[in-house]
């Protein structure tokens, strides 16, 4: 193919594609005449423009296809968002972030509106919209009203290259600044808020702390970090004592830091369910009648809060 030949080409090609794109349907003769080509060069382009939507599925979610439309007697385009998000699951991710109400009410309709923009087919966008339009006019953001969303990712990025960090954090206790220099490990949400998991290494810091063994963490609010940096310097824990989010998740409550213990109550209560999935340790060592003899393991004071809080259901044991 001569070069003005094969710059012809291209220009066609990408003029039949954007005509696709912007829902016109193709006609192999009556593009075969704009162009001064015959119909079966039209083909190839045909086939080349659905070769190249078949391989740039995987990269875009998208799945592209180019039909032939026997009633309009041309080719269109058929747009199916199958790997992407369907229409029911970005509507219970958009209900769960609501009731997660984790965000500003500014950067939570931020997100809804890029969420339903980048996963939705454009003619479901106003559906979608309008079924959780009542929740999101309603929505009530947390006390703090702080943009933090950015330095979960740069906290993110100190977890995964294990590099200290030195922080100003706010201590709700006695209301002071305090400063720290730690090694994060893990980025958690739980009620309400994102957590930063982290070892101190400072003695003169952990002597005031509950919990001396380096193998539990300390825990800290994202939105009460008022300052941080992210360091060069490299911390290096062994895989054999790694830190676990997803193990430590199972048996912490409210976020509440502590030592590991194990708890063992009878629950009276209508629903089993709702415990063993509060606590995704427990197990249900006897039933009778109704009452459940329950073990968990667990993490810190979190668990005497719950207990509290499930009233006559429940009665420890020890």
């Keep these: 193919m001569v070069e003005n030949e094969k710059s012809d080409k291209i220009a066609r090609v990408l003029q039949i594609c954007a005509k696709l794109s912007d829902g016109y349907v193709v006609n192999k003769h009556r593009e075969a005449q704009i162009y001064g080509v015959n119909e079966r060069s039209i083909q190839r382009d045909i086939d080349d423009i659905r070769n190249f939507y078949d391989m740039d599925s995987e990269r875009t979610g998208v799945i592209n296809s180019v039909v032939y439309d026997r009633q309009s007697k041309g080719y269109r385009l058929e747009t199916v968002y199958r790997l992407r998000l369907s229409n029911s699951e970005v509507l219970a991710l958009c209900k769960i972030l609501l009731d997660s109400r984790a965000f500003t009410k500014v950067k939570m309709t931020e997100i809804l509106d890029k969420l339903i923009a980048c996963c939705v087919p454009k003619n479901n966008q106003k559906l979608v919209k309008d079924l959780i339009s009542n929740e999101a006019f309603h929505y ?179």
Aim: aromatic residues 14%.
């Design 140 to 318: 009530v953001e947390p006390r703090h009203k702080s943009e933090f969303i950015d330095r979960i990712w740069e906290l993110g990025q100190a977890v995964r290259d294990a590099c200290y960090i030195e922080m100003e954090y706010y201590r709700i206790k006695d209301k002071k600044t305090v400063k720290r220099k730690v090694k994060p490990v893990a980025i958690m949400f739980s009620e309400y808020y994102f957590y930063l998991t982290a070892f101190i290494d400072d003695e003169e810091v952990r002597k005031d702390f509950d919990v001396l063994n380096d193998s539990f963490p300390t825990i800290y609010r994202i939105d009460r970090i008022k300052a941080l940096k992210v360091m060069e310097e490299k911390f290096h824990i062994p895989y054999s004592s790694r830190f676990e989010e997803g193990e430590f998740r199972k048996r912490i409550q409210f976020m509440y830091g502590g030592k590991l213990k194990k708890v063992k109550f009878k629950y009276s209560g209508a629903d089993i369910d709702s415990v063993l999935d509060r606590l995704p340790t427990a197990k249900v060592l006897d039933e009778d009648n109704g009452v459940y003899t329950v073990s968990a393991e667990v993490f810190g004071k979190g668990i005497e809060i719950w207990l509290r809080s499930q009233g006559d259901q429940v009665q420890v044991v020890e």
